[in-house]
């Protein structure tokens, strides 16, 4: 899988999250609002996809189904984080 395209929009802190990411997969698919947030023992950042609230239940706009998608987008993701934000 290619992930290009890493984009970070750092925002003011709040609860945490302290960006928005977004990547491009394959030069096919482009996935946006991927939000970064700061681990609670601060060792580093970790990521949520999106949700849209229906009624009382969250439901998922897009995320990766199985480990090793979701490996590479949060690496490339973290990685550029790590660049913008530090």
Same mark, same amino acid.
């Given at each position: 899988?290619?992930?290009?395209?890493?984009?970070?929009? !750092?925002? #003011?802190?709040?609860?945490?999250?302290?960006?928005?990411?977004?990547?491009? @997969? *394959?030069?096919?698919?482009?996935?946006?609002?991927?939000?970064?947030?700061?681990?609670?023992?601060?060792?580093?950042y970790?990521?949520?996809? !999106?949700? #849209?609230?229906?009624?009382?239940?969250?439901?998922?706009?897009f995320?990766? @189904? *199985?480990?090793?998608?979701?490996k590479?987008?949060?690496?490339?993701?973290?990685?550029?984080?790590?660049?913008?934000?530090?």
């Amino acid at each position: 899988m290619k992930i290009t395209e890493i984009q970070i929009i !750092p925002i #003011k802190a709040n609860n945490g999250l302290v960006a928005f990411g977004s990547v491009v @997969i *394959n030069d096919s698919l482009y996935l946006a609002s991927i939000g970064i947030h700061k681990k609670r023992d601060g060792s580093g950042y970790r990521i949520t996809y !999106p949700t #849209k609230k229906i009624g009382n239940k969250d439901m998922n706009i897009f995320h990766p @189904i *199985n480990k090793e998608t979701s490996k590479l987008i949060e690496d490339a993701i973290i990685s550029k984080a790590k660049e913008i934000l530090n």
